[in-house]
């Protein structure tokens, strides 16, 4: 910390010398004019300038403003003297600027000014905040996610380019950014990490150590701060899990299981990727991935998690690599899939779907424009490595299009924003397919497909006093008396409860609108962005809730509250 | 031996000696104070000031606030001094003297201070 504070202290060091220089020449200057004899006064005898005098002529000559000769006119060998005096205090300033420049270009500096800029300004937030380290592809799409959902965000990237980006995004909240390493824990604490608004750290960087080492900062610096990080590779999840990180997130591995619940539970499949969508966009609806046989182009890292999956839904699989295969039993073909003698060898006539991952963009684009052209009516899944890509496989148009970025951004944004959508993800997962059908039927009819609101409220004193104090004065309130429009009762709030979760009772999923509400109850709601904001007013406004609750307005101030109670009695 | 020390000391002792050889002598005589003395202790705790600059140990924190406090009373007795000789019509008067005097004892003060600071550090560093 105290590095950081010292940037005053760096300038006056550096500006040492030349101080001193200046000090010197203009002493001497003094000094010399005081001694130099000027014109002789009436009596005959050489009159001197006094310190008074020499200084305020040092003063505006060494700042070339040039009074003339003041007070009154120089001898020779006063102006002898001058001469020397100029040249010495032109010298002095040139050098003293000239170091001035020098230092403010600094590059040292710079970032020592920016460091402690941003240190500051992170230090001055009032309200919770995300620390993202690393502002990739997915860095980028999580704080456009976070910032849209109101969120404040500070961000630690390595390369100088993309903190620059950061500035041409139109962020609505000002975003801290600097550049450093975010391994670094010192860096993670001016960012942050301790400060008492922080609500989460997340580790994006494609350098799985560098994440690996912001998951050992957070756990050991800020125990109960929640922390999401990446990992690409199986032994840096296992090192992140072993100390106790929470969220590991692989987007393979990610993306490996949706593909299973898409083949074994599609209803679910889409109720859960309308959940988890990025706010703003709307869900597109695919066809649901068919069983038969599939070809798998490519058994690198994502390839293997891909195969899995399929294996546990029991599809039979061909690969196509151009490795030949490791202790693995499926069909293998030794090739290019981005031919087609490859694909026909492989069986693509018979087969009902195509997996294109490798990690060079082109040759998943290829393969599956073969792919196509040799059976049109295939299910296409593409991998999709770099986001500049995009324009082509928009134009491609697959059936399902594995973006890596994106999947970390759902899946942290799900996490981070509504820690109950956990839970209630992997209840939906458990039931059968005809109830997750019914109900993402009923959804999104209410609310469209675009990505709704969803968000989590517990009614407690902090949150939601209004309806704490209600519940607590012994009045019962239903979720069906609560979910209603603050300007007119008889208007349901564009909203449902999926989840309601209690300390000492079993979770409660789609209650009914004749539950009992109970102080200290944490909801999962779904809905619009509008309700949200409603729902809020009624969990704190004392007279907006009564009058939802009861349909009367409440009075305010003491004293007709005692009048119209006196009355009505 | 290091040139960075000695200068250090030697600036911050010579400040020291000649704001001390200034300051003695009958408090309001004029003769006794010489303003060409008073010039260079004000010089020569300027530089010391400066030398001073950017030490982070806490003793160099005091040390430059010391400085700061002699520059401030160096400058004020000089003020002074411009105000009586030029400024005023009675020029420089046994009172005037005496508060450019007293001025400069201030700062006398100040840096005896600082000497003090100077010799606890070396004391303190035994090298």
């Known amino acids: 910390m105290f590095r950081y504070q010292s940037v005053f202290f760096l300038i006056l060091r550096r500006l040492r010398t030349p101080l001193i220089l200046l000090i010197s020449i203009l002493a001497i200057s003094v000094l010399g004019l005081t001694l130099a004899p000027g014109l002789p006064d009436e009596q005959g005898n050489p009159q001197y300038l006094s310190f008074f005098h020499a200084l305020y002529f040092m003063s505006y000559t060494a700042t070339t403003i040039g009074f003339g000769e003041v007070p009154y006119d120089f001898s020779n060998q006063q102006r002898l003297w001058v001469i020397a005096c100029i040249y010495m205090s032109v010298i002095g300033w040139a050098y ?11 590059r040292n500096l710079q970032q020592a000014i920016a460091t402690q800029r941003f240190a500051r300004s992170v230090r001055r937030l009032r309200e919770p905040f995300y620390l993202v380290c690393g502002y990739g592809e997915t860095g980028r799409l999580i704080c456009d996610a976070l910032d849209r959902l109101g969120y404040r965000i500070v961000v630690l990237e390595l390369d100088q380019l993309k903190v620059g980006q950061i500035e041409l995004q139109s962020y609505a909240a000002d975003v801290p950014a600097l550049t450093a390493d975010a391994s670094d824990p010192e860096t993670l604490r001016l960012a942050g990490l301790t400060h008492s608004h922080c609500a ?84 597109e609806q695919h066809r ?72 060079s963009d082109v040759d998943n684009l290829s393969a599956a424009v073969t792919a196509r052209d040799l059976n049109p009516g295939l299910f296409i899944i593409l991998r999709q490595n770099q986001f500049t890509n995009h324009a082509l496989f928009d134009a491609f148009e697959s059936d399902l299009n594995m973006v890596p970025s994106q999947v970390i951004a759902h899946e942290c944004l799900a996490v981070l924003t509504t820690p109950l959508l956990v839970p209630f993800l992997d209840e939906m997962k458990r039931r059968p397919d005809v109830w997750c059908h019914e109900l993402v039927e009923k959804l999104t009819q209410r609310y469209g497909w675009k990505v709704p609101r969803v968000w989590s409220e517990r009614i407690n004193i902090a949150r939601a006093p209004a309806l704490y104090r209600r519940l607590m004065q012994g009045h019962s309130v ?51 962005a509008q309700a949200q904001r409603q729902l809020e007013m009624l969990l704190r406004n004392e007279y907006t809730l009564h009058y939802a609750v009861s349909g009367r307005e409440l009075t305010r101030g003491w004293i007709w509250r005692k009048f119209l109670s006196e009355s009505q009695r | 031996m290091n040139l960075e020390k000695v200068l250090f000391g030697f600036f911050i002792l010579l400040a020291a000696t000649l704001n001390f050889g200034f300051v003695i002598g009958e408090i309001d005589n004029p003769a006794h104070h010489d303003i060409y003395e008073l010039f260079a202790a004000l010089v020569v705790s300027l530089i010391a000031t400066v030398l001073k600059f950017g030490d982070r140990t806490q003793i160099g924190a005091v040390q430059l606030s010391t400085s700061l406090v002699a520059d401030l009373q160096l400058i004020a007795a000089a003020m002074v001094w411009g105000y009586a000789v030029h400024v005023s019509d ?16 201030g700062a006398l003060l100040a840096n005896v201070v600082s000497v003090i600071f100077l010799i606890a550090e070396t004391l303190m560093q035994r090298r």
């Open chain 1, 96 to 106: 003293t600027l000239g170091s001035v420049f020098a230092l403010l270009s600094d």
């Open chain 1, 288 to 359: 649901d991935p068919p069983r038969g046989p599939w070809i798998l182009c490519g058994h690198g890292r994502f390839g293997r998690f891909i195969a899995e999956a399929l294996d546990r839904e029991e599809v039979p699989l061909t690969i196509i690599d151009r490795a030949p295969p490791k202790g693995d039993e499926h069909p293998w073909i030794i090739g290019d899939g981005t031919g087609a003698d490859a694909l026909t060898e492989a069986g693509v006539d018979k087969a009902v779907g195509v997996i294109a991952c490798t990690s």
């Open chain 1, 200 to 283: 989460g750290v997340l580790a994006l960087t494609d350098d799985d150590s560098a994440n690996l080492a912001v998951a050992i900062s957070a756990r050991l610096l800020a125990p109960r701060l929640p922390s999401l990080c990446r990992a690409t590779r199986r032994e840096t999840a296992a090192n992140m899990a072993s100390f106790g990180t929470r969220h590991i997130i692989n987007p393979f591995q990610k993306f490996a299981e949706y593909l299973e619940l898409a083949l074994h539970a599609p209803a679910a499949w889409r109720l859960l990727i309308w959940l988890t969508g990025l706010p703003g966009t709307t869900i």
């Open chain 1, 478 to 528: 239903t979720i069906g008396d609560l979910l209603r429009d603050p300007r007119d009762r008889n208007q349901p709030l564009a909203c449902t409860v999926l989840l309601l979760q209690r300390d000492d009772d079993k979770d409660l999923h789609l209650p009914p609108d004749d539950t009992d509400l109970r102080a200290s109850d944490e909801l999962l709601l779904v809905g619009h």
């Open chain 2, 90 to 105: 009675g020029g420089l008067t046994p009172h005037m003297t005496a508060s450019v005097v007293s001025l400069a004892a």
